[in-house]
């Protein structure tokens, strides 16, 4: 069997993650018949059938859903070498770090103080969404990340540095905002930032609180209608804009704990959900890593949240 090519695993990624060849085609910028072709020399080459095509639909067989995991992670891999390479050989490189704004548990001031004690190579934070940070180390856009768990671990080493509960941020003057803990059924109606049901949990995507369906009316509140509640619950990752909404009584949110010290407001209330999971942060970095930076980033981060861990018996404080 010939080697693959980049090429090829370029095109068969994007016809098995779109299950349509026109999709997958108009994706590539290229025309339909050269990319079934293509599939179809790769299948003859492999000596396996990677899709299931019928009249109607496009599926994966075992060896394409196979192909598909190892495809993107070779890929990740290629990318990576690029741009790390680049990086390298800047006159002064900087070790890169992924991360959400205002998602590290406090406890960042303290990692880059103990890190710069030991190294030399200053940090640069890449900024993005939650739910990016694990992609943007293995495409090579950053050397590590700090994010909340659970994440995509394809081709990433990590050790969990906190776990602490998540609490639901609503109206303060919203019925449910007078008890001392709910339950995750107590939101049924109500949505997420980016429209899914609160009583299904967050769903780590991201935005890191919620999962990705189409908006539907939640209840109404503070004058507004069902209709107006439901138009409010759009696809929305700046705090500030999630903050206003839910003080508007439009949605509510999920946030850990350590973010809820930090933003205090009369107009939100944050209460526990006794049946939701705590939020649990990591620190990952690619795997077989040589970086005596990432590896020095690893070491601190991993002792400042050793000593940030509260002594047995006691509780960390919860935001009203």
Excluded at 98 to 124: F, T
Excluded at 143 to 155: I, K, Q
Aim: aromatic fraction near 4%.
């Amino acid at each position: 069997m010939n080697e693959l090519e980049t090429r090829q695993l370029r095109y068969f990624v994007a016809v098995a993650e779109e299950l349509h060849f026109g999709r997958a085609a108009e994706r590539l910028t290229m025309a339909q018949p050269p990319l079934t072709r293509a599939i179809q020399e790769l299948e003859h080459q492999l000596g396996v059938r990677l899709l299931e095509r019928t009249t109607r639909r496009v599926s994966l067989t075992p060896a394409g859903e196979v192909l598909l995991w190892e495809a993107r992670i070779a890929l990740d891999a290629v990318g990576a070498a690029g741009r790390r390479a680049k990086q390298a050989g800047e006159p002064t490189p900087t070790l890169r770090l992924a991360l959400k704004a205002d998602i590290d548990g406090g406890l960042l001031p303290r990692i880059l103080d103990v890190y710069a004690q030991e190294e030399s190579l200053p940090v640069k934070l890449v900024l993005g969404r939650v739910g990016e940070q694990a992609q943007a180390v293995r495409d090579g856009h950053a050397d590590a990340a700090v994010l909340l768990n659970p994440f995509d671990d394809r081709g990433l080493d990590s050790e969990p540095l906190l776990t602490e509960p998540f609490l639901v941020a609503m109206a303060a003057g919203d019925p449910l905002a007078a008890r001392t803990s709910l339950r995750l059924a107590d939101l049924a109606g109500w949505r997420l930032p980016d429209g899914s049901p609160a009583d299904q949990g967050p769903v780590h995507s991201r935005h890191g609180v919620s999962g990705t369906h189409t908006p539907r009316p939640g209840p109404a509140e503070n004058g507004m209608s069902a209709g107006d509640a439901g138009d409010a619950a759009q696809d929305v990752s700046d705090l500030p804009e999630i903050f206003k909404l839910v003080e508007l009584g439009s949605i509510v949110c999920f946030f850990p704990t350590s973010l809820t010290l930090r933003y205090a407001r009369a107009e939100i209330a944050y209460r526990p959900v006794v049946d939701l999971a705590p939020a649990t942060l990591s620190v990952a970095w690619p795997q077989h890593s040589r970086s005596t930076a990432v590896a020095a980033f690893v070491r601190a981060a991993t002792k400042v949240a050793a000593d940030a861990q509260p002594e047995p018996g006691t509780q960390q404080a919860t935001a009203t």
